[in-house]
């Protein structure tokens, strides 16, 4: 377990491995492009947040909480409890994910992981100390924990409530880890938030991806969305699913937040 010193986030260690990404080809409720089913290799070990980044988290180091399901929000009238702070943070776009990474680093006394100017964002160093979003490779290895079902824990949706917040439960986000973790010990990897990876989003892109750690497509011109992956409290159970794969451009949806990650030395 690592834990950030200024904003207390937990992290598991993820250990390297390989697994198979993506959805077969004979799963009616898959889209275009969570397919095909692909060899991957996570090559070294890597930190992950336990749990979405919190309200809290967030504004201990951003030092403003943009959610609108929190105390001071416009949807603090649906949440279940007063307080937002246990929530997981929302209304956060990529680049926001991306500078909260690199300014917690920078409080940490670690060396940013991202270059970020007018061209955009680029990665100074893959191996780099400091705190960064998970490539999409890297989330759906850690949520499958080992599984190749549909869920970390298997395949019946009938199940999924152990798990995760999702449709139905509710008109907003959830406390987080109050659900069961998955084998690796994280939580919250199926529901509650959709979480921003790092990859931009190429809709054949599983169709050409490298099997060594795929950092997702480069950059175009015509690159409009990141990836999102993990389900949300308005999502249902196909949603949620280990393989479930979603895109948006740089806004601040109300059902999307993040989880941290760091490289690790093997």
């Not at 980044?53 to 609108?68: D, E, I, K």
Request: hydrophobic letters at 35%.
């Amino acid at each position: 377990m690592l834990t950030s010193r200024v904003a207390q986030i937990e992290m598991r260690r993820v250990r390297a491995g390989t697994f198979r990404m993506g959805s077969p080809d004979d799963d009616a409720t898959a889209l275009f492009d969570e397919r095909p089913r692909h060899e991957v290799r996570i090559s070294r070990a890597f930190y992950l947040g336990i749990h979405p980044l919190t309200q809290a988290q967030y504004r201990a180091v951003a030092g403003v909480n943009p959610s609108w399901f929190a105390s001071t929000g416009g949807g603090k009238d649906r949440m279940a409890e007063r307080s937002g702070d246990p929530h997981p943070v929302e209304s956060v776009g990529w680049l926001d994910a991306v500078r909260f990474c690199n300014r917690l680093s920078e409080l940490e006394g670690l060396a940013p992981f991202y270059a970020i100017g007018a061209g955009g964002v680029s990665v100074l160093e893959w191996m780099g100390p400091g705190y960064r979003l998970p490539t999409e490779a890297e989330w759906e290895y850690a949520c499958r924990a080992g599984s190749s079902t549909e869920y970390c824990f298997g395949d019946d949706p009938r199940d999924l409530p152990r798990f995760a917040w999702f449709s139905g439960e509710g008109e907003s986000t959830h406390p987080v880890g109050r659900k069961r973790p998955n084998a690796w010990g994280l939580f919250d990897m199926h529901g509650n938030v959709w979480e921003w990876c790092w990859d931009w989003h190429g809709r054949d892109y599983f169709r050409r991806s490298p099997v060594d750690d795929p950092h997702g497509p480069e950059p175009s011109p015509r690159a409009t969305a990141h990836v999102l992956r993990g389900g949300s409290w308005d999502e249902d159970a196909k949603g949620a699913r280990s393989a479930s794969h979603r895109y948006t451009s740089l806004i601040r949806p109300r059902c999307v937040g993040f989880r941290v990650a760091r490289s690790a030395a093997n």
